[in-house]
C-alpha cells in the first residue's frame, strides 16, 4: 500500500486546473498501489477550495489556512509538517510555474528523489515515470529506485477529475516558522504592450524562431495582411523585443481559440502548445518533419517558409 | 560582491537521429550553452558592470569537452570558470536533481558567493529543478522563473518578477542571498566580441574532481534510473500537403478559402 499526498494550487482566488489534474493523476496511482488519496489546500479561502475538491477517488483533504496566496517557504514547511505525518509514498505536485518554485525544495528537504514534468506514471512495485527530453523528441522512462519520491506532473496531460465524491475535510495544523519565511508576494500584473488582443483573432498567423531574423518579420506580416489575419508569435520573438509581449500564445503568453491557428517556424514546444491546441484548425510549416507541432496540426507543410509564404501570398493577392 | 552563474552544455537532437541504448547516437548531437543560461550569464554580467567589485563566477557540471561552449560564458564576461568532472560522472545515465544540488553545493561552499542565478531548466533533460534544489540545500533563499531583477544589495533584497501562466507577473522580495532561476527574455543576452573571445583563452577555466570537492563517488548515485529512451509514436494525423512550395500553397490556400479565410 502506498499513500499519495496530492498539493492542489490556486490563484487569485480560484483553483488551477492542474489541481483537477492532480486528483486524476493521484487517484489512478493508489488505484494501482491500494494506497490512500490525500489532498493538500494552502493558503487562501481553504475551506471554498476544500468544497470545490470534494471528488470522487479523494480519500482526505486537509485545509492549511497559511497566507492569502502561494508562498513558496510557507507551501514547503506545511508539505514537511504533512508529510511527517501522513507519512505518504509519492508526493505529487503541478509541473507549474508556481511547482517549479517550490516542488524542488520539498524534495530537497525531505530528501526524497524528484522526476519532474511527468507525462505517464506507473506502479509495477516501483514507481516507473515517462517524461520527454530533448525539447519532445525524445521520450524515457525512469524507474524510481526509493521508498518515496517527488512528482511533478504536466499540465493537462490528465483529464480533470470532475465527479463528485466524500472525502473527509481535516484542517492541519502546523507551527509556522516565520523567520524562514524569507520571501513576500507583493503584487500581480498583467503583461501587455501592445494594442491588439491576440484571443480575439479569428484567424492567426504565428511566427517562431524559424523566421531568423527581425527583418523577415515584415514577410509573414505581409501574410497576415493579405489574409486578414492578426500576428502572433512563440516566445523567442518576444524574448527578442521583436514583438511586444502581448502577442505570445502559451503557457506564459495569451490562450488563444481561432478558428485557424497558422504555425510558421514553430518548433511546437510544450508551452506553447499549452496556448493553442484549442484552435479549431492548425496549420503548420516547418522545415522539420518530425517537429512536435505535426503533432496537433491538421494540415501541414513539410518546407522552408521564405519558399511556402511568398506563394502563399501571392495565391491570396 | 560574487555572483555564481550555473551553466550547461546541452544537446540538441538533429532532425533525423538514431539511438543507441540509452542514448542518442553522438553523431546525432550538436552542442550549445542552454538557452537559459545565456540569459543568467548575461544577468550576472550586467550586475558586475552595475556594480562595483562584482566577481562573476561560472559552474558547469561536464566533461572536458564542455569548456568550449564555456568560454563563450567567459567571452562574453565572466570572470573565471569552474568545471566539475569525475570519471565517477562518466557512468551516470541520468544525474538526477539531488546529485546535482549536492556537487554545487560543494562548489557553493568554496567560492561563498552572494547572488546564484541558474536558468529555469536545461533545454536536454528539462527536470527544471537544479536552482531551487540547490537554494534549499545550501539554505538561500529563491525565486523561480525570474524575468525581472532589481537588486538593492545595501538592503539586502532582490526585488523580482516572477512570470506565471497567462501573461500575469507575480511581484516578489527576495532576501539575500539568494538563487534565482532566469527567464528568457529577462536581458538581450549579447554577442561575445571578438576582444571578449580572446580574452576568453586566457581566463581559468579550473577542473574539479569529486576529491578536489570533499566528496566521493556515493555523492553521484542516483535514485533514479533510466529504464528506456524511445521516440515517441506520432500521433499525427495531419493532411501533408506535397509538391513544390507553389503547389503545397495552392492547396493550402484552398482549404483556408474553404474555412472562410481571406473573404473580404
Ligand atoms: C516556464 C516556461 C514558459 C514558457 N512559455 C512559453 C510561451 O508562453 N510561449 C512559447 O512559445 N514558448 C514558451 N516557452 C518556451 C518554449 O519552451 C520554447 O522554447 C519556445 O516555444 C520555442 O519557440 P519556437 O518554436 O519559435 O522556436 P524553436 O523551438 O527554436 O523552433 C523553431 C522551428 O522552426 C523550424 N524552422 C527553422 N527554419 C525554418 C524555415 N526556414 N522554414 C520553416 N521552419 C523552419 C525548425 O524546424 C523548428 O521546428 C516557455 C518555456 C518555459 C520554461
Known sequence: ?317 | MKVLVTVKEVAEVEEDFQLDGLHVAEQYLEYDLNEWDEYAVEEAVQIAEENDDVEVVSVTIGPERSEETIRMALAKGVDRAIRVWDDALDDVDLLDVGAKARLLSAVVEEEDPDLVLTGVQANDDSFGATGVSLASAIDFEWAAVVNALDLDVDGGVANVRRELEGGVEELTEVDLPAVLTIQTGINEPRYASLRGIRQAQSKEIKPMALSDLGLDDAVVESDLVLTDVYEPETESDAVYFEGDAGEQAAELATVLREKGVGAQ
Open chain 1, 1 to 317: 500500500m502506498s499513500d499519495v499526498l496530492a498539493i492542489t494550487e490556486h490563484r487569485r482566488g480560484e483553483l488551477r486546473d492542474v489541481s483537477f489534474e492532480l486528483v486524476t493523476a493521484g487517484s489512478d496511482l493508489v488505484g494501482e498501489t491500494g494506497g490512500d488519496l490525500h489532498l493538500a489546500v494552502i493558503g487562501g479561502d481553504v475551506d471554498a477550495f476544500a468544497d470545490e475538491l470534494a471528488l470522487d477517488g479523494v480519500d482526505t483533504i486537509h485545509t492549511v489556512p497559511e497566507g492569502d496566496e502561494f508562498n513558496h517557504d510557507v507551501y514547503v514547511q506545511a508539505i514537511a509538517a504533512l508529510y511527517e505525518e501522513l507519512d505518504p509514498t509519492y508526493v505529487l505536485m503541478g509541473n507549474t510555474v508556481n511547482g517549479l518554485d517550490y516542488a524542488p525544495a520539498v524534495a530537497e528537504q525531505l530528501d526524497i528523489p524528484l522526476v519532474t514534468d511527468a507525462i505517464g506514471l506507473q506502479n509495477d512495485g516501483n514507481l516507473v515515470v515517462t517524461r520527454e527530453m530533448y525539447a519532445s523528441k525524445v521520450e524515457s522512462t525512469v524507474e524510481v529506485d526509493a521508498d518515496h519520491a517527488a512528482v511533478t506532473i504536466r499540465s493537462a496531460e490528465w483529464e480533470p477529475t470532475e465527479a463528485a465524491g466524500e472525502p473527509a475535510v481535516e484542517a492541519f495544523d502546523f507551527e509556522l516558522d516565520e523567520s524562514r519565511v524569507r520571501s513576500r508576494v507583493t503584487g500581480f500584473e498583467e503583461v501587455g504592450g501592445g494594442d491588439v488582443d491576440i484571443s480575439d483573432a479569428d484567424v492567426l498567423v504565428s511566427v517562431g524562431r524559424g523566421i531568423e531574423e527581425e527583418e523577415n518579420l515584415e514577410l509573414v506580416q505581409n501574410l497576415a495582411d493579405a489574409l486578414g489575419a492578426t500576428l502572433s508569435s512563440s516566445r523567442p520573438i518576444v524574448d527578442n523585443g521583436w514583438l511586444p509581449k502581448d502577442r505570445q500564445v502559451g503557457q506564459s503568453g495569451k490562450v488563444v481559440t481561432p478558428k485557424v491557428y497558422l504555425a510558421i517556424g514553430i518548433s511546437g514546444a510544450v508551452q506553447h502548445v499549452a496556448g493553442m491546441k484549442g484552435a479549431e484548425t492548425i496549420i503548420a510549416v516547418n522545415t522539420d518533419p518530425d517537429a512536435p507541432i505535426f503533432d496537433i496540426a491538421d494540415y501541414g507543410i513539410v518546407g522552408d517558409l521564405f519558399d511556402v509564404v511568398p506563394e502563399l501570398i501571392e495565391q491570396f493577392e
